[in-house]
């Protein structure tokens, strides 16, 4: 069955790609066609966290971006062979330019304006490469209409007009790309910039109209009705809100009809983002998911209207929360995306997070922000998920071919899900997934309870025969509980761990009747990078130990 949707995958993608060559040769061809406006009517604003020292950096032709730092001496960053490719990704989207609004001085506004015209230079009449793919020119779009206040302040007509036709010929070309736009993050975000770009620029009714019908289909499709993202990434919803909300606030401002599902759709992903929020204020670690800046959450959540208790369940999303007292547990409870929306997917069903008052105890590894394929890679397996591993092997697995790269090509294709409240009135969550059934004959299932004061967090982990499967030999698993590198972890005895935060705050970690251990792990969702952290393991086997229960309680 997988060979024949492999199969469409491969085509659809051959597809694709060239219909995207011949959508860009027809751009090429009549890009002096395009007309460039007179003016901009807006400028948009952006949400985003800005940092003095960032400016000041730039403006001594220094740039820090994605981890890395590029000397250029003064001359246009563009000149020079770029650190990395996320490093290019991020210079030539302009999102960095917000840093250059924190001072309103004419430095500022010289230094950006010359860097936005080295880019117009080298690569604005060459429509190719890195900095002209199509998320790479979303998010470009809608940063120089956000900042265009800094970059056109003193302009002189000749650099206006320039700038203004590089934004008709760029906006030209999203519509172009819009059909063959991948599915997901990607496509959603290039309909903002078209949608913010028709009323920030001067454009004909039926313009506007197209624009909010698009991004309208974009709701319906992409946001589920439990508000999370079909990517199932809870870090997706942040980063189309930290667009979505200024988008709203500039039809409100400008007087125009909003697109029928703009208001109801930014209320609907609100929930969604409260769901996913840790104690600690930092967003849960699942299918992409990286380190999220608090300052970032906190400016969202001030323009939340629908401010309330997060959601026990997401029904659609397909994750779980257990909450009580100062106790939080996320447990990831859903199948992975299909086709090409799995290329950002984990392979981490049933995995979960704990936090505690100001702190996350039990966490996933997370996703690297600035790292190659290869850490992005490692990141999506099992094991760098609080979850169970069979034999090394991660429960969904990923495709091998370059062409359809990244892809999961054997997904989890149940998880049967429970939840009930138990006498004694603990929270429970008891769920299983047969991403192991067909290669190792076993199923994964896992019991997940909280009290009802949130001091206690029980687990039991099993592998069973999975039905019209057979179990050939000994099954080996490892069940792995990563933990958040603020943790320090102690080794109490044979069977316990003690877990305490720099507050104080200690939970006991304990499984008894097993050798629970602590070893060497790594931490990708660090905001500062990826860094060393301690995880802990306890072993499985199908046929000694098949069954392993576990407690955390909290101490002080």
């Not at 206006?160 to 036709?165: A, D, L, T, V």
């Not at 991004?215 to 997706?236: A, K, M, T, W, Y």
């Not at 006498?423 to 309870?449: C, M, N, W």
Request: proline share 5%; hydrophobic share 40%.
């Amino acid at each position: 069955m997988w060979s024949g949707r492999f199969s469409s995958l491969y085509m659809g993608e051959a597809w694709r790609r060239t219909a995207c060559r011949v959508a860009v040769l027809r751009l090429r061809m009549f890009r002096h066609a395009v007309h460039a406006p007179e003016r901009l009517i807006v400028a948009p604003t952006d949400l985003r966290a800005v940092d003095a020292h960032v400016a000041e950096e730039i403006i001594n032709g220094r740039f820090p971006l994605a981890g890395r730092l590029l000397e250029t001496g003064g001359k246009s960053p563009f000149n020079f062979s770029l650190p990395s490719r996320a490093f290019a990704l991020r210079l030539h989207g302009f999102g960095w330019l917000r840093h250059m609004r924190t001072r309103k001085s004419e430095l500022h506004s010289n230094v950006a304006r010359s860097i936005v015209n080295g880019w117009l230079s080298l690569h604005g009449g060459r429509i190719e490469g890195i900095a002209w793919e199509i998320d790479v020119t979303a998010q470009r779009v809608i940063a120089w209409l956000s900042h265009s206040p800094v970059v056109l302040h003193n302009a002189d007509r000749t650099f206006y007009r320039r700038f203004m036709r590089s934004l008709a010929i760029q906006v030209r070309y999203l519509r172009r790309m819009a059909p063959y736009a991948p599915p997901g993050e990607v496509r959603f975000r290039l309909r903002i910039a078209l949608a913010m770009a028709s009323i920030a620029m001067p454009a004909r009714a039926s313009t506007l109209r197209k624009a909010a019908e698009a991004l309208d289909r974009e709701f319906d499709s992409q946001i589920l009705p439990d508000g999370g993202h079909i990517s199932r990434n809870p870090r997706v919803g942040l980063e189309l809100l930290l667009d979505l909300l200024p988008l709203r606030q500039t039809y409100v401002n400008l007087g125009h009809d909003l697109p029928q599902k703009l208001i109801s759709g930014i209320d609907r992903m609100y929930p969604a983002l409260r769901f996913f929020r840790h104690q600690d204020g930092d967003l849960a670690l699942f299918n992409g998911a990286t380190s999220t800046l608090a300052n970032e959450l906190v400016s969202l959540l001030r323009y939340d209207e629908t401010a309330g208790e997060p959601f026990k369940a997401m029904p659609y999303s397909r994750y779980q929360r257990l909450a009580a007292g100062k106790t939080v547990v996320i447990a990831d409870t859903g199948l992975p995306p299909t086709g090409r929306l799995s290329r950002t997917a984990h392979a981490g069903c049933l995995s979960f997070e704990m936090s505690s008052g100001r702190y996350r105890f039990i966490v996933n590894a997370g996703s690297p922000k600035f790292s190659g394929r290869r850490y992005i890679q490692a990141a999506r397996t099992t094991a760098a998920h609080s979850t169970v591993t069979v034999d090394d092997t991660s429960s969904s697995r990923f495709a091998a071919s370059e062409f359809v790269s990244n892809i999961i090509s054997e997904p989890v294709t149940n998880v049967v899900v429970e939840r009930d409240v138990a006498d004694d009135g603990r929270d429970v969550i008891k769920a299983s997934h047969d991403g192991y059934a067909k290669p190792f004959g076993v199923l994964h299932q896992r019991e997940l309870t909280l009290n009802a004061t949130g001091l206690i967090v029980t687990g039991c982990d099993r592998l069973l025969a999975a039905e019209g499967e057979e179990v050939e030999g000994d099954v080996r698993a490892v069940a792995r509980f990563h933990v958040h590198p603020a943790i320090n972890l102690k080794q109490m005895d044979r069977e316990s761990i003690m877990m305490t935060a720099p507050d104080g705050e200690s939970w006991l970690f304990s499984a008894p009747g097993n050798d629970v251990l602590i070893s060497e792990d790594v931490f990708f969702a660090d905001a500062s990078g990826i860094c060393g952290s301690d995880q802990i393991e306890i072993a499985l086997s199908y046929r000694d130990r098949p069954e392993i229960r576990w407690f955390l309680s909290r101490k002080s």
